[in-house]
């Protein structure tokens, strides 16, 4: 689905230009905080694929040293199993090819209790600007090319996370409203981002000025607040889940409960 190699130079034309930051630098933030309410020491942690050094900089005072692990184009892990006991991600999952391979990974990587805590763009991500290039390729190019990538929803992570063996996972839901003049500001960001199209099923003949500057009237018209700046949805999905351990909290055995939840649902019922 994802042109790894082109995500790669993508992100090296990014820092190039200058990136914009904003974004990473958020949840960076986020993710401070919440390995902050983890009452646990790390002592081998590793961020897994998160563009630029940011994430590392903000848990430094948390963990130290943050060991940067790149997955590469063959989306493999190059980590021994057992060999930390925290994986981070930050805006980085949302671009892998065989997301369940890589969770499993990583799994594997954890020594048991080990976290895996990481965040990545949602399907509501860049809803507007979807919506604004498929009704200008509709209008005027006989057809919709693939432009903004898909992402998995809330639950399907929440399973993936269970099918790659985690325990005790927990998927929760951030949504950010960016605002720009048009919707050509947003494009030159999503580039600072190194986050514009690696769709391998992308269009690859040069986008056409009408359609562009279609697109950029439709997202104006359909998505502007009423001081004529356009909105820009960020979703992002965070993931929080532990490698298995004895230690942890195990669900009861079906059956075993010793009291009726009926029964005590009659119980509450007014006479």
Do not use: C
């Amino acid at each position: 689905m994802f042109d790894r190699a082109l995500l790669a130079a993508r992100q090296r034309r990014a820092r190039a230009l200058g990136p914009a930051t904003f974004l990473l630098d958020r949840v960076a933030e986020e993710m401070a905080e919440r390995l902050h309410a983890v009452l646990r020491d790390f002592s081998a942690a590793a961020d897994i694929a998160t563009p630029g050094d940011e994430l590392r900089a903000a848990l430094q005072d948390r963990l130290g040293e943050v060991a940067a692990i790149d997955l590469g184009a063959d989306e493999r892990l190059p980590l021994a199993e057992g060999a930390i006991d925290l994986a981070v991600s930050a805006l980085a999952l949302q671009f892998v090819n065989d997301l369940p391979g890589v969770l499993a990974q990583i799994r594997r990587a954890l020594k048991p209790d080990g976290l895996l805590l990481a965040v990545l763009t949602g399907g509501d991500t860049l809803t507007e600007l979807r919506h604004a290039f498929a009704t200008a390729e509709s209008e005027l190019d006989g057809g919709v090319s693939p432009r903004v990538a898909p992402a998995a929803d809330l639950r399907d992570l929440g399973a993936l996370l269970q099918r790659a063996g985690f325990a005790l996972p927990v998927t929760d839901v951030d949504r950010i409203v960016v605002r720009y003049d048009n919707a050509l500001a947003l494009m030159q960001d999503l580039r600072r981002m190194g986050a514009t199209n690696v769709l391998v099923e992308r269009r690859r003949t040069p986008l056409r000025r009408a359609t562009l500057l279609r697109m950029v009237e439709i997202y104006g018209e359909r998505f502007a607040d009423p001081d004529g700046r356009i909105r820009a949805t960020f979703e992002l999905v965070w993931l929080s889940a532990w490698s298995p351990h004895e230690s942890q909290q195990q669900p009861l055995k079906p059956g075993s409960a010793k009291a009726s939840l009926a029964d005590a649902v009659k119980r509450m019922m007014p006479k």
